[in-house]
């Protein structure tokens, strides 16, 4: 039996159309975990928990302070990110990285100073990976949902992949690890900067104004984020003291996610329709409840096994955390270097909190640290039920704001290369889009109407199902009360005989 178009997988049209550049960040995923799970770079007496956990700690501080501090710096500017940051973040996770194999080779020398220059070198490479991972979410930003949910199961594969081929390799084999994640961060920063392909009837252009407002939309993703980040660094710092281990604590729960972001992969490849991550929170919420539950049980007894299950939950997470802030800046022509990378740091903040109360608690009660797993899951169970009341109250809330403007009345796009040198009118159909507060989906949908596509004609255009472009274009015509595409073609002429008259 013989496929038709319509019928085809969405999935696998979407695999057909990937580029190197859309998995790209896998490679800078992949070096960044390593880093922050420090045993693979650190030997000898410096291969201690402790020491593991001020890496940590230090790396992602420098991580969050740089992504906060950058995205409203480029808010301010009231200008998309530049192409000299990426550089910069080149340059900073390689001349780090090095550090921290400096301080591990040249430990016995410097004696007590290597620590200093371990942590030193760790704020370097943080800073770096939070230079990479807005770049990457300022690039990711752009693409359009439908790619999205096959890219971020991807990327998630293989940087899975990844971090378990160099942990075995540089344990097992002792093949340098560092000369690994430096091939890792120029891969991907090679991708990072390849050249986009544009569509000429779909405008890409971000708007800083429409930054904020995108971010604030997506409190509920943020209330989930505070919780399950701190959860997992809880886990993640009790298993890593348990074990006395961190590569112990942690090659069993990354197979754990190989396996999970496998399935994700075949059920994106596999899918008839667009699927959107957005609705596993209807899915994610309950599951890890159910996780928080019975994780106690495993405290003592299996504390591989409880980080296990917490990684992979947190892993489903991560996942959908990016997804749908990537979507959210795409949908509304806003800085993904912005939105993704606030919750992002929100993500980390919570992380470290968590890691800091895990460590604590099993200093004041190594004996009885079960109580302490036990209190934290109890105390996270209750923030998801009320992050749950809210999502589900929410729904009102969540549709007014997807059908807010994507640019306030006094919103300018940002000026081009062009602009600069002379005033153009706007297009049509952009001033079309914004008076009637379209989506970036809708917009995007609103030129090919124009010509008079067909609904299967843009869905192949797009890589989007019948349905959703049907969707679409019902939500035009009921923002601009239109009742047929000859309506609609007669406000575009109004349009077009209002810009000639300017």
């Known amino acids: 039996m013989t496929l038709t178009s319509s019928s085809r997988s969405e999935g696998i049209t979407a695999l057909k159309s990937l580029r190197p550049s859309d ?34 700690v230090a790396s992602f501080t420098a991580n969050m302070t740089v992504l906060i501090l950058v995205s409203f710096w ?93 942990s075995i390799l540089s344990s097992d084999l002792k093949i340098p690890s560092v000369a690994l994640l430096a091939v890792f961060v120029v891969v991907s920063f090679l991708t990072l900067s390849e050249k986009e392909r544009s569509d000429s009837l779909v405008d890409h252009a971000v708007r800083m104004t429409n930054s904020r407002p995108a971010f604030i939309s997506l409190f509920d993703l943020m209330a989930l984020s505070i919780i399950v980040s701190f959860l997992f660094g809880f886990m993640w710092e009790s298993t890593v003291l348990n074990m006395q281990s961190v590569n112990d604590a942690h090659r069993m729960p990354m197979f754990a996610n190989l396996a999970l972001s496998l399935v994700l992969v075949a059920i994106a490849l596999c899918a008839k329709r667009h699927i959107d991550f957005d609705i596993a929170y209807r899915f994610i919420i309950p599951t890890v409840i159910g996780l928080f539950a019975i994780l106690p049980l495993f405290g003592k007894s299996n504390p591989v096994f409880m980080n296990t299950l917490t990684t992979l939950g947190y892993g489903f997470f991560d996942v959908t955390m990016m997804y749908v802030a990537f979507s959210a800046a795409y949908d509304r022509a806003a800085s993904g270097f912005f939105v993704g990378g606030l919750i992002r740091a929100i993500s980390i903040f919570s992380r470290l909190a968590g890691i800091g109360i895990g460590f604590l608690s099993a200093l004041i009660a190594r004996d009885q640290q079960w109580i302490a797993i036990l209190s934290v899951s109890v105390a996270s169970m209750y923030g998801l039920l009320l992050a749950w009341m809210i999502y589900r109250k929410g729904g009102a809330r969540r549709t007014s704001l997807h059908a807010a403007p994507a640019a306030g009345p006094d919103s300018v796009p940002a000026p081009t290369a062009q602009t600069e040198h002379r005033a153009e009118p706007i297009d049509p159909l952009t001033r079309l889009s914004e008076d009637f507060s379209l989506t970036r989906r809708e917009a995007e949908v609103l030129p090919y109407l124009a010509q008079g596509r067909s609904a299967k004609a843009i869905a192949a255009e797009l890589f989007v199902s019948e349905s959703t472009v049907r969707t679409h274009t019902r939500k035009i015509y009921e923002k601009a009360d239109l009742h047929s595409r000859e309506d609609l073609f007669a406000l575009i002429r109004t349009y077009e005989n209002d810009q000639d008259g300017m």
């Open 74 to 166: 480029i808010e301010s500017r009231d200008r998309p990110l530049g192409k000299r940051l990426p550089v910069a973040a080149l340059v900073l996770t390689l001349v780090g990285l090095f550090g921290i194999a400096l301080a591990d080779l040249l430990q016995e020398p410097l004696g007590d100073a290597a620590v200093g220059f371990l942590v030193a070198s760790s704020i370097v490479t943080g800073a770096g990976y939070g230079l990479f991972w807005g770049s990457w979410a300022e690039k990711l930003g752009k693409k359009h949902p439908t790619k999205l949910a096959l890219i971020m199961p991807l990327v998630f594969m293989l940087s899975a992949a990844l971090f378990l081929a160099v």
């Open 23 to 56: 998995v790209g960040m896998a490679f800078f995923w992949a070096c960044s975990m390593l880093t922050f799970r420090s045993s693979v770079l650190l030997n000898g007496r410096l291969d201690t928990p402790l020491v593991q956990t001020i890496v940590v």
